[in-house]
């Protein structure tokens, strides 16, 4: 048997990620492991006793590895099992089964969720050794091992509908209620305010990114963006007035993709003008927040921007908000209209609520953290975009993009 080095991509300096771990049921298999380990000189490798539920409980709580090798033998129910590990998961991690059914159904029903490949035991050093080689350098089949973190784009219908709150504090609740790693992007590089309401400096480096594919990579978004807590990390800036900014789509469409891979969501602060950046965004989002006001010209184009959905991003989910409700005692248009205007029911309202929303932004504090009808109304427009959390448990939300179907 060769010797040789499984060096998968390094993570980014303290990003803190280990390069594998393998959660195995039986000292057999662990004594395979172990060997493959030290053959392969294997860096920062950890093997831990317990199958996919113990790796379901750890990853629930700490950072994923690069490689994760997990143990599904004596399962009934082994899809279901990695249904939920696949919802614990990080992006960007690579899943190798390990189980006791030599069962061809089984193996291509793992693979069409993601598994990078399944062995059946007893296994064997060669075997295994292959087998990691092969997810390290990503030379197995052509198919999609990895999955993409979900891209969230919160639009306004018109200026000063609060879009900027709306998507710092679902970004917010995301990071730290739901302790899922969120990077929250403020795509107006002059006027955006996504990072100060909450109470962060600009970034340096974003302009960058969107200007130049060539700087794009891991290491350099981890320099710049900027941690509001450990799961919720800020990319925006405050580029000078008098500059002409020049977007590259590539750079932008690398930015993206570098970011679902390494955060379960990405969610975007999009300045309300149209311009090619703003179209690929709303043909390449997964979820689509579209904020607007119960007015007639926010109704208008609230209506013109939907319409582009279905020939531009048919697959997107469209939430559609109504914030500042009663600011204007007399000249809103009621619900029904607004309603019967764009065709569709509204998904979520939020009152006109001054005191609680120019506290929370004048401070940085984020308004979901509260008991406010603001606070409540952005937990529910949270559970719209990540599934209600007893609904999580049960799997009864969509699955992640490497997870079609059902067992």
Known sequence: ????????????????????????????????????????????????????????????????PRLLLVDIAGLE?????????????????????IGDRNDVGLFRDLISRGVFDYLVKPVTPSLLQRSLLNAAEGTSAPRQTNRLGRLVA??????????????ANTAWSIANLRQRRVAAVDLDLQFGSLGLALDLEPSHGLREAMESSSRVDGLYLERAMIKQSQTLHVLSAEEPLDDTLLTDSVALDLLLKEL??????????????????????????????LVSEPSLAAMRDTLRIMSLLPTCNASCQLTLVANRVGEHKTGELSRAEFEKGVGRPLDVLLPFDPRAIAGAVNSGQPVAGGRSPVARGIAQLTDIVCGAPQAAKRRLLSLPAWLGGKE
């Open 77 to 97: 129910l082994p899809l279901s099992a990695i249904n939920e590990l696949a919802d614990v998961c990080e992006p960007g991690v690579t899943v190798i089964a």
């Open 154 to 167: 919160f639009v306004g219908a018109r200026g000063g509908v609060g879009t900027t709150m709306l998507a």
């Open 1 to 64: 048997m060769s010797t040789a080095t499984l060096s998968p991509s390094p993570p980014a300096q303290g990003d803190e990620v280990a390069q594998f771990r393998a959660f195995l049921r039986d000292d057999a298999t662990r004594k395979v492991v172990e060997q493959v380990i030290g053959e392969l000189m294997i860096p920062h490798a950890t093997v831990v006793s317990g199958g996919i539920e113990k790796a379901i409980e750890a990853l629930g709580r700490n950072r994923s």
């Open 260 to 289: 679902r891979a390494r955060f379960h969501y990405v969610v975007l602060d999009v300045p309300r003008v149209v311009s090619p950046a703003w179209q690929y965004v709303l043909q390449s989002a997964s979820n689509l927040v």
